[in-house]
Every structure is written in structure tokens, then in C-alpha cells.
């Protein structure tokens, strides 16, 4: 089994900075991707960034230039560095991983985000 641990949500105003981080345990080997993805209220769960085990990282349009996310391999944590929030980026932020050669993904239990002001 796989277990992620999401951890860095909060409250913050509008042009703020937070910093998410995810760290995997347990049956972690032959890591693919580690990434986020987040789910507002009423809204479906979307992709937010990527880290893929090649190097390539893989941002959503809305928020190209304002996050970054970075993945310590060693360590088996990936981050997300948000900057300037805006109130749309209000949302519980989930962790997810993929293995090379299982069927089914694993989920964080999420850490919530708030942009107001």
C-alpha cells in the first residue's frame, strides 16, 4: 500500500504565497508521477501540476507562471509552490502518485486552500 500525507493549506489574501508539500510511504517503489490536483466547491476535481519521473512537468493553463512544483525523489515528496492566489485557486488540494505497473492511482486525503481577503 501507498499512503500520501498532504500538508501546508491554509488561509491566505488574495496575491499570497502558500506552500504545499506530499510525502509517500509504504509500497513506493518504481514511482511514475507525483502531482496535485484540486476540487473546489461544486466543482470537479482538476489537474493543478505534474511531476512525471522523466523530468517533464506538467502545469494546468490557469496556473502557468504562478505555481511550481518540484519533486525531492529521495525523499518521495513532491511540493507546490503557489504564488500570487487568486480567489479562484480557493480549493481542498489533493496529493496523487502513479505507479509503473499498478492498475489504480493513490490519493492524499487533501489539505484545503482559501484565497480571501
Known amino acids: 500500500q501507498v499512503q500520501l500525507v498532504e500538508s501546508g493549506g491554509g488561509l491566505v489574501q488574495p496575491g499570497g504565497s502558500l506552500n504545499l508539500s506530499c510525502a509517500a510511504s509504504?509500497?513506493?517503489?518504481?514511482?511514475?508521477?507525483m502531482g496535485w490536483y484540486r476540487q473546489a466547491p461544486r466543482k470537479e476535481r482538476e489537474l493543478v501540476a505534474t511531476?512525471?519521473?522523466?523530468?517533464?512537468?506538467v502545469y494546468a493553463g490557469s496556473v502557468k507562471g504562478r505555481f511550481t512544483i518540484s519533486r525531492d525523489r529521495a525523499k518521495n515528496t513532491v511540493y507546490l509552490q503557489m504564488h500570487s492566489l487568486k480567489l479562484e485557486d480557493t480549493a481542498v488540494y489533493y496529493c496523487?502518485?502513479?505507479?509503473?505497473?499498478?492498475?489504480?492511482?493513490?490519493w492524499g486525503q487533501g489539505t484545503q486552500v482559501t484565497v480571501s481577503s
Open positions: 496523487r502518485l502513479e505507479k509503473w505497473g499498478d492498475v489504480h492511482a493513490y
Open positions: 509504504g509500497n513506493i517503489f518504481s514511482i511514475h508521477a
Open positions: 511531476a512525471i519521473s522523466d523530468g517533464d512537468l
